[in-house]
């Protein structure tokens, strides 16, 4: 009997992968908010959970870290998805990556006016090409997070970032201009497992669609 190794990261991508684990008769045996540890078993012996960083689940699965994960489109388009099999789109944790700036900010003005624009974020590959098709030349700043505070501080003229209810940029006076895609979570796995591990791995993949809502 070989271990199946789940990929999953703290939040709302573990609480709602939770129902479709239990769609598969699988249940986590720990709550990752109380317990320190990054291993977690579950009810069945030959299936554990290993939390990662959102961003690291493409990563995990590509090596064999992990077996399969559940993953957001913008972790799955900045990694490049190479290495992944890609069989059902979970319809979770769905927010939109978009445009914001400060309010006040003349954001059109710039655009038509051709101006160069200083665009911090964590997703540079889809500001990239979103902004590359728009003809817009921009000057692209990394971060790892807090992208709120950049426009706020001078240190950008627009973040992209990821936007669910948009509360956090209208606490923070910031105005989304944009919408560049929706965005929902994956489920991805390794495809050296899903020849060597193909029964238990296509029971899991078949419970999950079963559980998904369609259309
Ligand atoms: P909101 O205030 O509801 O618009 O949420 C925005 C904040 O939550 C931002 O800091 C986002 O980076 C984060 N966020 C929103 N949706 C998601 C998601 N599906 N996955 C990860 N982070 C998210």
Redesign the pocket.
């Known amino acids: 009997m070989s271990m199946i190794t789940l990929a999953l990261s703290k939040?709302?991508?573990f609480d709602e992968t939770v129902p479709l684990l239990a769609a598969a008769g699988i249940t986590v045996l720990e709550d990752p908010e109380k317990s320190r540890k990054l291993i977690l078993p579950t009810n069945q012996s030959d299936v554990r959970v290993v939390l990662v960083r959102?961003t690291d689940v493409p990563t995990y699965v590509q090596y064999g870290g992990a077996d399969l994960g559940v993953a957001?489109k913008?972790s799955l388009i900045e990694h490049g998805g190479q290495g992944l099999f890609r069989p059902l789109d979970l319809q979770i944790?769905?927010?939109r990556v978009s445009v914001a700036v400060r309010a006040g900010f003349d954001y059109q003005g710039a655009v038509t006016q051709g101006s160069r624009l200083k665009v911090a974020t964590k997703y540079t590959s889809i500001a990239r090409d979103f902004f590359s098709a728009k003809g817009v030349h921009v000057d692209m700043i990394k971060l790892y997070g807090s992208?709120?505070l950049a426009p706020l501080t001078g240190l950008a003229d627009a973040i992209v970032?990821?936007?669910?209810?948009?509360?956090?940029?209208?606490?923070n006076n910031l105005v989304e201009v944009e919408q560049i895609m929706d965005?929902s979570?994956h489920l991805v796995v390794n495809q050296a497992a899903l020849k060597l591990k193909q029964a238990p791995l296509k029971r899991i993949i078949d419970a999950f669609a079963s559980a998904v809502p369609q259309g």
């Open positions: 939040g709302r991508i959102a957001g913008d944790a769905k927010c992208m709120e970032d990821l936007v669910s209810t948009g509360n956090t940029l209208k606490a965005i979570s």
